[in-house]
Nanobody
């Protein structure tokens, strides 16, 4: 069974940092493109960051550029999202996702596998 499991979320204050992890199991994600998305309260799920299979191509949403860093460790079948200078508007459920073509897509419909999501809450 293919699984993506997010961890590292929680409650922090504005300006703090968090690192989310997404561990994959059930298949090897080494050749997959990986992405992070988030869903703010009452809003649709939106793109946050994506990384190509080798890590050579990376994309960010404008709202997180300069504050968030996506990375991956293919040996551990894990992708990370380092979040710095967090703001209350970053409060959301964060999801990791994977697709087998390897590219760093920014659109939800490109992704085949999804984690269950993890809550990140930033207080002001």
């Amino acid at each position: 069974q293919v699984q993506l499991v997010e961890s590292g979320g929680g409650l922090v204050q504005a300006g703090d940092s968090l690192r989310l992890s997404c561990a994959a199991s059930g298949r090897t994600f080494t050749n997959d493109g990986m992405g992070w998305f988030r869903q703010l309260p009452g809003k649709e799920r939106e793109f946050v960051a994506a990384i190509e299979q080798s890590g050579s191509s990376i994309y960010y949403a404008d709202s997180v550029k300069g504050r968030f860093i996506i990375s991956r460790d293919n040996a551990k079948n894990t992708v990370y999202l380092q979040m710095s200078n967090l703001k209350p508007e970053d409060t959301a459920v964060y999801y990791c996702a994977a697709h087998p073509t390897g590219w760093a897509f920014t659109t939800i419909r490109r992704y085949d596998y999804w984690g269950q999501g993890i809550q990140v809450t930033v207080s002001s």
